[in-house]
C-alpha cells in the first residue's frame, strides 16, 4: 500500500469512529431542508451525523450550539444581529463574523438566497382595505392580526416595526406554518411572513412594501462552533452560493405536496446539484421510527427508572410523619401545574438542549403520581400488621421489605403505570428542545402542516403508550396476589 492510500485510509477511519455531527434546525420548513441537506451531504462524504431538527426558536437554538449540545444549524445575518448579538449596526459579513468569533462561532459564506421578515395581506383585505404598504396600517379600521410568537417578541419583529412606523395594533401569536392557513379561509387579514415562504404564491397574498425599510437582510449560512471538524466546514461551504431566492421559494414550495418529504428535497437538491450520487439515499421512513422509537424508549425509561427510585424512596420515608409528607406531596403537585414547554425551556441554560432537560422534565412530572399512591397506600395499611411486624421484632428495614411493600404493591405499580403513560405523552414535546424522539414527526409536521408526519409520531406514541399499559398489567400479574389486585383499579 502506497503511502498516500495509507493517509486516506487513515483519514477515513478518522472520520467512521469520530463523534457524530450534531446538526440542528428551527421549526419551520426552510430550515429542515437546509440542515436536512447538510446533514446528508456529510453522510455522503463518511460523518455520522445526529439530526437534532425542530428546535423551538432562535434562543433554543443557539443556546445549543453556545453549550456544545449542537455544532451547527442554518441562520440568518438579520437574527445574528438582531437577536443573537443584538448589535443591528453590524452589516458588513466580515463585522458580524468579527462579533461571532469573539463567542468562539463562525458563520460560513451564505448560501445565497436573502430571507427577510415581511408583512402580508390576503388579496380580499389588500383591496378591501386598501393596504399596499407598511405604512398603510397606520391609518387602517381595526384588523385580525397573527404573528409567529417568535416574531412578537423580536426587535425586528412587531414591537420594533410598530415603533419605526409609530402605531399600535393588537395581534394574536400563532405557529408561522398555520398562519397561512388561517388567511386563507378569512380568519385574519395580516400576517407576517419569510420572503422565501413557497406559500406565499399558493396562498395569493400581497406582500406589503416596506416603504420605510425597517427590516435588514437576513442572509441564510451555517452557524456553526469553532472547536467543529474543519473538513466539516469545507464540505458544508459547498453549498454556499447555490440557493438563490428563486430556488430557496421552489424548495419550500415543494414542501407543500403532502407525498414528498423534506428529506426527499434535500436529496433531490443535492443531486441536481452534482454534491452526491444517485445511489445516494437519505434516511428511510422506517429507520426513522426506528430511530425516534429507540429514543423515545431511552428518555421515558431513565426518567420513569429515576423517579420510582425517589418517588417511592422519598415516601416510603416520609409518610411516617404526616406533615413532611404533606410538604413532599405538595412540592411535587406544584411541579404539576408548570406547563411542559415552559420547564424545558428552564432547564436550558442550566442543562442546555437535548436530552438531559427531557429526562429531567420527565422525571420530575412523574414524581407525583408515584409519590402520591405509595404514600397513600402506606396510610391505608391496617395498623394491626405494624403491631404484628413489632410483635415479631423487625427493624424498620425489614418490616418495609416484609410486610408494609408487599401490602402496599398493587397501589405503588398503579403510581408508577400512571407515571409511564403520562411520561410517554409528555415526552413528545421534547422534540421542541431536540431531545428527539417520537415527537420529531410531530414537530415537524406541525411546522410543514403536514397531517402524515404528525400521525407517523401521534400512532406510535400512542401504541407505545398502551404496550406500557399491558406491560405494567402483566408485571402487577406476577408480583401481586389475585385478591389484592382490585383495590389498587378500585382505587
Same mark, same amino acid.
Do not use: C
Given at each position: 500500500?502506497?503511502?498516500?492510500?495509507?493517509?486516506?485510509?487513515?483519514?477515513?477511519?478518522?472520520?467512521?469512529?469520530?463523534?457524530?455531527?450534531?446538526?440542528?434546525?428551527?421549526?419551520?420548513?426552510?430550515?429542515?431542508?437546509?440542515?436536512?441537506?447538510?446533514?446528508?451531504?456529510?453522510?455522503?462524504?463518511?460523518?455520522?451525523?445526529?439530526?437534532?431538527?425542530?428546535?423551538?426558536?432562535?434562543?433554543?437554538?443557539?443556546?445549543?450550539?453556545?453549550?456544545?449540545?449542537?455544532?451547527?444549524?442554518?441562520?440568518?445575518?438579520?437574527?445574528?444581529?438582531?437577536?443573537?448579538?443584538?448589535?443591528?449596526?453590524?452589516?458588513?459579513?466580515?463585522?458580524?463574523?468579527?462579533?461571532?468569533?469573539?463567542?468562539?462561532?463562525?458563520?460560513?459564506?451564505?448560501?445565497?438566497?436573502?430571507?427577510?421578515?415581511?408583512?402580508?395581506?390576503?388579496?380580499?383585505?389588500?383591496?378591501?382595505?386598501?393596504?399596499?404598504?407598511?405604512?398603510?396600517?397606520?391609518?387602517?379600521?381595526?384588523?385580525?392580526?397573527?404573528?409567529?410568537?417568535?416574531?412578537?417578541?423580536?426587535?425586528?419583529?412587531?414591537?420594533?416595526?410598530?415603533?419605526?412606523?409609530?402605531?399600535?395594533?393588537?395581534?394574536?401569536?400563532?405557529?408561522?406554518?398555520?398562519?397561512?392557513?388561517?388567511?386563507?379561509?378569512?380568519?385574519?387579514?395580516?400576517?407576517?411572513?419569510?420572503?422565501?415562504?413557497?406559500?406565499?404564491?399558493?396562498?395569493?397574498?400581497?406582500?406589503?412594501?416596506?416603504?420605510?425599510?425597517?427590516?435588514?437582510?437576513?442572509?441564510?449560512?451555517?452557524?456553526?462552533?469553532?472547536?467543529?471538524?474543519?473538513?466539516?466546514?469545507?464540505?458544508?461551504?459547498?453549498?454556499?452560493?447555490?440557493?438563490?431566492?428563486?430556488?430557496?421559494?421552489?424548495?419550500?414550495?415543494?414542501?407543500?405536496?403532502?407525498?414528498?418529504?423534506?428529506?426527499?428535497?434535500?436529496?433531490?437538491?443535492?443531486?441536481?446539484?452534482?454534491?452526491?450520487?444517485?445511489?445516494?439515499?437519505?434516511?428511510?421512513?422506517?429507520?426513522?421510527?426506528?430511530?425516534?422509537?429507540?429514543?423515545?424508549?431511552?428518555?421515558?425509561? =431513565?426518567?420513569?427508572? /429515576? !423517579?420510582?427510585?425517589?418517588?417511592?424512596? +422519598?415516601?416510603?420515608?416520609?409518610? @411516617?410523619?404526616?406533615? #413532611? $409528607?404533606?410538604?413532599?406531596?405538595?412540592?411535587?403537585?406544584?411541579?404539576?401545574?408548570?406547563?411542559?414547554?415552559?420547564?424545558?425551556?428552564?432547564?436550558?441554560?442550566?442543562?442546555?438542549?437535548?436530552?438531559?432537560?427531557?429526562?429531567?422534565?420527565?422525571?420530575?412530572?412523574?414524581?407525583?403520581?408515584?409519590?402520591?399512591?405509595?404514600?397513600?397506600?402506606?396510610?391505608?395499611?391496617?395498623?394491626?400488621?405494624?403491631?404484628?411486624?413489632?410483635?415479631?421484632?423487625?427493624?424498620?428495614?425489614?418490616?418495609?421489605?416484609?410486610?408494609?411493600?408487599?401490602?402496599?404493591?398493587?397501589?405503588?405499580?398503579?403510581?408508577?403505570?400512571?407515571?409511564?403513560?403520562?411520561?410517554?405523552?409528555?415526552?413528545?414535546?421534547?422534540?421542541?428542545?431536540?431531545?428527539?424522539?417520537?415527537?420529531?414527526? =410531530?414537530?415537524?409536521? /406541525? !411546522?410543514?402542516?403536514?397531517?402524515?408526519? +404528525?400521525?407517523?409520531?401521534?400512532? @406510535?406514541?400512542?401504541? #407505545? $403508550?398502551?404496550?406500557?399499559?399491558?406491560?405494567?398489567?402483566?408485571?402487577?400479574?406476577?408480583?401481586?396476589?389475585?385478591?389484592?389486585?382490585?383495590?389498587?383499579?378500585?382505587?
Amino acid at each position: 500500500m502506497s503511502a498516500r492510500a495509507l493517509l486516506l485510509y487513515l483519514a477515513s477511519m478518522s472520520v467512521a469512529f469520530a463523534e457524530p455531527i450534531v446538526i440542528g434546525s428551527k421549526a419551520f420548513a426552510e430550515s429542515y431542508i437546509l440542515a436536512e441537506a447538510g446533514a446528508q451531504l456529510l453522510e455522503s462524504k463518511g460523518y455520522e451525523v445526529d439530526r437534532r431538527f425542530g428546535l423551538n426558536g432562535t434562543q433554543i437554538a443557539f443556546g445549543g450550539l453556545e453549550n456544545g449540545r449542537i455544532d451547527v444549524y442554518p441562520e440568518y445575518t438579520g437574527t445574528i444581529t438582531e437577536v443573537i448579538l443584538t448589535r443591528p449596526e453590524l452589516t458588513e459579513l466580515e463585522e458580524i463574523r468579527a462579533a461571532l468569533d469573539a463567542r468562539g462561532l463562525l458563520l460560513l459564506d451564505p448560501l445565497g438566497f436573502n430571507n427577510a421578515y415581511a408583512i402580508a395581506a390576503s388579496v380580499v383585505s389588500s383591496e378591501r382595505l386598501s393596504l399596499q404598504k407598511i405604512s398603510d396600517l397606520v391609518d387602517a379600521p381595526p384588523l385580525r392580526i397573527a404573528l409567529p410568537h417568535e416574531f412578537m417578541n423580536r426587535r425586528d419583529g412587531w414591537p420594533g416595526l410598530q415603533a419605526h412606523y409609530g402605531f399600535e395594533r393588537d395581534a394574536d401569536g400563532i405557529d408561522h406554518s398555520l398562519a397561512y392557513e388561517a388567511i386563507n379561509t378569512d380568519m385574519v387579514d395580516i400576517i407576517a411572513v419569510y420572503t422565501s415562504d413557497g406559500q406565499i404564491v399558493q396562498s395569493d397574498l400581497v406582500i406589503l412594501d416596506d416603504d420605510l425599510e425597517f427590516f435588514p437582510r437576513y442572509l441564510g449560512a451555517f452557524l456553526a462552533r469553532q472547536e467543529i471538524d474543519p473538513g466539516v466546514l469545507q464540505i458544508l461551504e459547498t453549498l454556499s452560493g447555490r440557493i438563490d431566492d428563486q430556488r430557496m421559494r421552489e424548495l419550500n414550495f415543494e414542501v407543500l405536496n403532502p407525498e414528498v418529504s423534506y428529506a426527499q428535497i434535500a436529496t433531490t437538491f443535492l443531486r441536481d446539484e452534482g454534491l452526491i450520487a444517485e445511489s445516494d439515499e437519505g434516511p428511510t421512513a422506517l429507520s426513522n421510527l426506528v430511530k425516534n422509537t429507540q429514543r423515545h424508549l431511552k428518555l421515558t425509561a =431513565i426518567a420513569l427508572i /429515576l !423517579a420510582i427510585i425517589a418517588g417511592v424512596g +422519598i415516601a416510603s420515608f416520609v409518610y @411516617p410523619h404526616r406533615r #413532611l $409528607a404533606d410538604v413532599f406531596l405538595y412540592f411535587t403537585g406544584l411541579l404539576q401545574t408548570v406547563p411542559s414547554i415552559a420547564l424545558l425551556a428552564l432547564l436550558i441554560p442550566f442543562v442546555g438542549v437535548g436530552q438531559t432537560p427531557a429526562i429531567i422534565a420527565l422525571f420530575l412530572y412523574s414524581l407525583l403520581p408515584i409519590a402520591r399512591s405509595t404514600i397513600t397506600a402506606m396510610l391505608a395499611i391496617p395498623p394491626g400488621y405494624r403491631q404484628v411486624a413489632a410483635a415479631m421484632a423487625m427493624t424498620r428495614a425489614q418490616e418495609m421489605k416484609y410486610v408494609l411493600m408487599p401490602l402496599a404493591l398493587p397501589h405503588v405499580i398503579a403510581g408508577i403505570r400512571t407515571a409511564a403513560v403520562i411520561s410517554i405523552g409528555t415526552a413528545t414535546l421534547a422534540a421542541f428542545i431536540g431531545a428527539g424522539g417520537l415527537g420529531d414527526p =410531530i414537530v415537524t409536521g /406541525l !411546522a410543514l402542516n403536514d397531517s402524515n408526519l +404528525i400521525l407517523q409520531g401521534a400512532i @406510535p406514541a400512542a401504541v #407505545l $403508550a398502551i404496550l406500557t399499559e399491558l406491560m405494567f398489567g402483566a408485571i402487577e400479574r406476577s408480583l401481586v396476589v389475585p385478591h389484592m389486585r382490585g383495590s389498587a383499579r378500585a382505587t
